[in-house]
Nanobody
Framework: VQLQAFGGGLVQAGGSLKLSCVTSGSIDSNDLLGWYRQAPGKQRELVARVPANDKTTYADSVKGRFTISRDLAKNTLYLQMNSLQPEDTAVYYC?????????WGQGTQVTVSS
């Protein structure tokens, strides 16, 4: 399974971006999908994830600003990011956990200028 993330870019503080992650294989409601990010010099951290029961989880730092969603028909995961701040600057990775394996996208750079 391959994941391709896109939608990153340069945005001013307070702006919005929407990330997308398309999988080469099919996804279903039993899969665990998530977005992670890694800023320079920091460890990769969970941003948001949506499990089989649809009870989404968010990092405290993005609650109320980011929204994760998925379209199973399109095999696509999304991350709507609003009110972006400079501390959101990072490479964002999508992740798919299935019974068959754990898969990562290549990452997309998000840069927020102050």
């Amino acid at each position: 399974v391959q994941l391709q993330a896109f939608g990153g870019g340069l945005v001013q503080a307070g702006g919005s971006l929407k990330l997308s992650c398309v999988t080469s294989g099919s996804i279903d409601s039993n899969d665990l999908l998530g977005w992670y990010r890694q800023a320079p010099g920091k460890q990769r951290e969970l941003v948001a994830r949506v499990p089989a029961n649809d009870k989404t989880t968010y990092a405290d730092s993005v609650k109320g600003r980011f929204t994760i969603s998925r379209d199973l028909a399109k095999n696509t995961l999304y991350l709507q990011m609003n009110s972006l701040q400079p501390e959101d600057t990072a490479v964002y990775y999508c992740n798919l956990k299935q019974a068959m394996g754990d898969y990562w996208g290549q990452g997309t750079q998000v840069t927020v200028s102050s």
